[in-house]
Nanobody, 126 residues
Framework: QVQLVESGGGSVQSGGSLRLSCVFA????????MAWFRQAPGNEREGVAA???????TYADSVKGRFTISKDNAKNTLYLQMNSLKPEDTAMYYC????????????????????WGQGTQVTVSS
């Protein structure tokens, strides 16, 4: 059974930084398309950053220049470095995985991902 376990969330002030981690248990992360999504109360789940099987990186416009997605294949871990955080970044953040190659357009389609973590809360105060 595929397991994704997120950590690193917390509460920070506006302008602060956090690094989220997602450990991918039992399988090789390099063989999967991976992504970070977030969901705020009352909102739909939205894509934040994606790292494709072919190395393609995609960011949502709202986080470009502030967030960085990366993988450590040796540790089977996906990261999301979040800098210059804003109150509107407040949400539950989820790690997701898919066994197939995804196009840039598909990278933020929630229906394309069949494995999800339990989420980690990020709260940014003004």
């Amino acid at each position: 059974q595929v397991q994704l376990v997120e950590s690193g969330g917390g509460s920070v002030q506006s302008g602060g930084s956090l690094r989220l981690s997602c450990v991918f248990a039992k399988y090789t992360i390099s063989m999967y398309s991976m992504a970070w999504f977030r969901q705020a109360p009352g909102n739909e789940r939205e894509g934040v950053a994606a790292s494709g099987r072919d190395g393609t990186i995609t960011y949502a416009d709202s986080v470009k220049g502030r967030f960085t997605i990366s993988k450590d294949n040796a540790k089977n871990t996906l990261y999301l470095q979040m800098n210059s955080l804003k109150p509107e970044d407040t949400a539950m953040y989820y790690c997701a995985a898919n066994t197939f190659f995804l196009t840039t357009v598909q990278a933020f389609d929630v229906t394309r991902y069949n494995y999800w973590g339990q989420g980690t809360q990020v709260t940014v105060s003004s």
